[in-house]
Each structure stands twice: as structure tokens, then as C-alpha cells.
């Protein structure tokens, strides 16, 4: 091997080791940054609203997520709605409301998905009082009136989702308990149940997605931007970043704890967290279950596009637990 080819192959090396160096430093810049609130400035656009430019500074800034807050108040939810501190942990502290409608009736619980906060629920909440049950809506910690600036996407919300339950159990007057989650509050409300093994009656999820790595790479492939070896990187680092194993992060495996009723709702054009993805999810569970698809829905709130639908799938796992018995 002449002297021109090692020294161009030294070069080379050099090249991969300063890129993959330099692609792991943006990994863990937007890890950081998708996990961690903003005190301010404007929410980044979703991946699919991004210009070419804008995915650009995405891919070197990561986006900016100011924490979802609201001027909303209680009494939306009627006048003897109470607005509660639900303690977790000796650190954290979850703002909820709470609207009850009798000791013999039962409770559903509603918990927010990523970058939102509880009164992203006020209407489904609404629903669950129509047919009959008393309503908690959660901020997830950093979320709306919640301690914290924070979000891990499910892992320490799942903690959350405990507390919330437990308190419940020990402190409000409820003839059952149903766990209503989108996106992220499903998969914590999934992760709370196998890691935690509470117990709910019932438990409604939508838009839940199998694995926190297919999540990233269908939001890459949003972008237009391949996903390897990014979507690996941001899955790693974000959960070096937090103490936890990123790709190990899958409610697919958390569903196999999944024994009470369960109803799954999906929109079969979400490209964030697939309908195959909440498919995948919902063969794993071992309890009674059904499964919802709503037509040419993305990730997005379906009880808004489809409300008679979405009302009479809830009112049906409902009075299949409750009235039935």
C-alpha cells in the first residue's frame, strides 16, 4: 500500500470519526431540547408545517418546546369543579381538576400527550360527565399548573399516572375507575399498569405507539430525512439524558400486563405513531379489548372529527363494565 493511499485513508477515518463525533453531539442537543420546556419563543411547527430551511435548523438546534400552559379556567368543567395537588415522589407535584358527580358513579381519569396540558381534554372530559362519570383531568409534571419543566415521554410520567390513580383510590368517592390516555398519557397509562401493576377497570387509549424508537423514525421520515443512524442516536441519548434504557421504552411490551377492558382508538392516517404501530399494541393485550379506526385521521383529537363515533365506542366499554354488572 503506497503512502498516498494510507494517507487518504487516515483522512477518511478522520472524517467518520469527527462526523459520527458531530452527529452525536446534535443527537444529544435535540434529545435535550425535546425533552426539556422552554421558558418562551415560538413552538417549533409540526414535522409536516416545516420548510426545508426549518427542518434544517431543527436538524442543528432541535426544536423549541415553551411548556403548555393555559388560561382556561376550572369552571368550564361546571361550577363544582376543585382544582387538586397531587403529590409524586417528595419532589414532584401534579396540578389536577376534579368535577364529581356521586360516590356510586364512576371515574375517569384523563391524561395529555406530549407538548400539551389537561385542559386538551376539557370536551372529551365533557363526554364522560354526559355519560354519567366524574372527571380528573392530569398536567403531566412540567404540563399547565404542575411542578417540573420536563417531559421523558411517558417513562416518568408513567410514576404520574400511579399517583394520580392512587390518590384517587384514597381520596375521591368513585364506584370504579377508567383510565383515558392519548398518545403519551396512553403510553404512560400502559407503562403505570406493567411496571406498576395498578389496577383500573377500564382503560381507553388513543393514538398509543408501540416502541419509542419507531415513534423517532416516523417522525425522521416526516422530515424527509433518513432515520439511520439519527433516530438511533436521539432514542439513545435521550434516555442517557434521563437514566433510562430509550429502546426499552415500549408499550408493545407493557400491554401484555393489560387484563381489564380496553378499547383502542386509531386513525388510520397517523404517520407519527402508526395505525400498524396501534395495532401491534393491541394484539399484545391479553384482557378484553376492541379496537376503533377512524378514516382519514392523523394524530390529532378524534373526538373532534368524529364525536358521535368516539362517543358511542367510550359509552360502550362503559356500560360494558358498569352497566352490565
Request: proline residues 4%.
Amino acid at each position: 500500500m503506497t503512502k498516498k493511499i494510507k494517507r487518504w485513508l487516515l483522512q477518511m477515518l478522520v472524517v467518520v470519526i469527527v462526523g459520527f463525533a458531530l452527529l452525536n453531539i446534535l443527537a444529544c442537543n435535540i434529545a435535550y431540547a425535546m425533552t426539556h420546556y422552554a421558558a418562551g419563543g415560538a413552538r417549533t411547527p409540526k414535522p409536516e408545517d416545516i420548510s426545508y430551511l426549518g427542518k434544517l435548523k431543527v436538524l442543528f438546534t432541535g426544536v423549541n418546546l415553551p411548556r403548555p400552559v393555559s388560561d382556561i379556567s376550572p369552571l368550564e368543567l361546571g361550577a363544582g369543579c376543585r382544582v387538586l395537588s397531587v403529590a409524586v415522589g417528595s419532589n414532584v407535584t401534579l396540578c389536577a381538576w376534579y368535577r364529581g358527580l356521586g360516590k356510586d358513579k364512576p371515574l375517569a381519569i384523563l391524561f395529555h400527550g406530549y407538548g400539551a396540558e389537561k385542559t386538551s381534554m376539557v370536551r372529551e372530559a365533557k363526554e364522560f360527565m354526559a355519560l354519567g362519570a366524574s372527571v380528573m383531568l392530569i398536567d403531566f409534571r412540567g404540563s399547565g399548573g404542575s411542578s417540573e419543566s420536563y417531559t421523558t415521554i411517558g417513562v416518568c410520567e408513567a410514576d404520574d399516572v400511579v399517583a394520580a390513580f392512587r390518590y384517587a383510590n384514597d381520596n375521591l368517592p368513585h364506584s370504579s375507575i377508567v383510565l383515558f390516555g392519548k398518545s403519551m398519557g396512553a403510553a404512560s397509562i400502559l407503562r403505570a399498569v406493567h411496571v406498576n401493576h395498578i389496577t383500573p377497570d377500564a382503560v381507553i387509549l388513543e393514538a398509543v405507539f408501540d416502541t419509542m424508537f419507531n415513534t423517532v423514525c416516523n417522525r425522521f421520515r416526516l422530515l424527509g430525512i433518513p432515520s439511520f443512524p439519527s433516530a438511533r442516536l436521539l432514542v439513545f441519548w435521550g434516555g442517557r439524558q434521563w437514566g433510562f434504557d430509550g429502546f426499552a421504552h415500549n408499550p408493545v411490551d407493557y400491554a401484555r400486563s393489560l387484563k381489564c377492558p380496553s378499547l383502542f382508538m386509531h386513525g388510520d392516517n397517523d404517520v407519527k405513531a402508526t395505525i400498524a404501530d396501534g395495532r401491534r399494541v393491541f394484539a399484545a393485550v391479553q384482557g378484553p379489548k376492541e379496537f376503533r379506526e377512524f378514516a382519514a385521521l392523523g394524530h390529532e383529537d378524534y373526538i373532534a372529527k368524529y364525536p358521535d363515533e368516539w362517543r358511542a365506542a367510550v359509552a360502550k366499554i362503559m356500560r360494558r363494565r358498569w352497566v352490565t354488572e
